[in-house]
């Protein structure tokens, strides 16, 4: 199969960061994205041994730098066959009443609209070339809602309802949309919920083995990689230690 050139949001840590290095050494080049410029030139670096790199460095939630970013890419990087919207993370974990409005806003605005921004923004190349790949990371929170999850949950539910919709709406362009649901999978998703607070971040692995990013990046290259004429259109993945959200075995 030709080179091909994915996008990735959230290179810079965690399934992002491991999708990127699986698809470096699988046939594609990457455009990388992320607000941490440093770890994005580090990665960079090291995958510019394997394949071409581009990186770029915006805030999802900033609707005009994200269009001004991708607008901004060379020719030969203009032609994206597959999108990967992964740029998100949980911001606290409290009950309704308690929630923290910053939080609120900033998984709203990241997790969704970050999300809409750069689909936006890159959708016009494969409309006009009746082609392409979106792959949405949604999450179990997406299926399931749990217990101070509120907020997170309705992000990731919207996430599935976008990706139900972009399948419908982009379905006469031969555009494929893939969401993929994950459970737990340890990256830097739990330090960042829990601001920091590495005890907290790591108790919620403790006792079971946890995804690890490189699983989902499996599955990203094996979605990526069907057929023109097959789409996985939605994919729950748990560790398997987990049984649902809530129901988990541990040691
Ligand atoms: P990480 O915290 O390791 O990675 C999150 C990535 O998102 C980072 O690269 C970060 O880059 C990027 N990001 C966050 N906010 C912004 C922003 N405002 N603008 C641009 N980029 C941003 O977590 P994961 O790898 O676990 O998370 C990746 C995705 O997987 C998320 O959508 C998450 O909701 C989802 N997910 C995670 C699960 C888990 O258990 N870990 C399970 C199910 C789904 P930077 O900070 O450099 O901008
Ligand atoms: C991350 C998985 O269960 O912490 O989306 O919400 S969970």
């Known amino acids: 199969m030709a080179k091909r050139i994915a996008l990735i949001t959230g290179a810079t840590s965690g399934i992002g960061e491991a999708t990127a290095r699986l698809l470096a050494s699988n046939n594609f080049d990457l455009i990388l994205c992320g607000r941490r410029e440093d770890r994005l030139q580090k990665l960079s670096a090291e995958l510019a041994a394997l394949t071409r790199v581009h990186t770029l460095s915006f805030d999802v939630r900033n609707q005009q730098e994200t269009a001004a970013q991708i607008a901004s890419l060379p020719e030969e990087w203009k032609n994206m066959d597959v999108l990967i919207n992964n740029a998100g993370n949980a911001h606290g974990l409290d009950p309704i009443q308690t929630g923290n409005v910053e939080d609120w806003d900033a998984m709203m605005d990241i997790n969704v609209k970050g999300l809409l921004y750069v689909t936006k923004a890159v959708l016009p190349v494969m409309v006009q070339r009746n082609t392409g790949h979106i792959v949405n990371i949604g999450s179990i929170a997406g299926k399931e809602v749990y217990a101070n999850g509120n907020v997170y949950c309705a992000s990731k539910f919207a996430v599935d ?91």
């Open 161 to 251: 309802a976008l990706t139900k919709g972009m399948r419908i709406d982009l379905n006469a362009h031969g555009i494929k949309v893939t969401g993929i649901h994950p459970g737990l999978v340890e990256t830097e998703f739990s330090l960042v919920r829990f601001k920091g607070d590495a005890e907290k971040a790591g108790n919620v692995y403790k006792g079971l083995e946890p995804l690890h990013g490189a699983d989902i990046a499996d599955l990203v290259l094996f979605i990526i990689t069907r057929p023109a004429h097959v789409v996985v259109a939605d994919l729950v993945v748990l560790p398997t230690a987990q049984a649902s959200a809530t129901v988990v075995k541990r040691l």
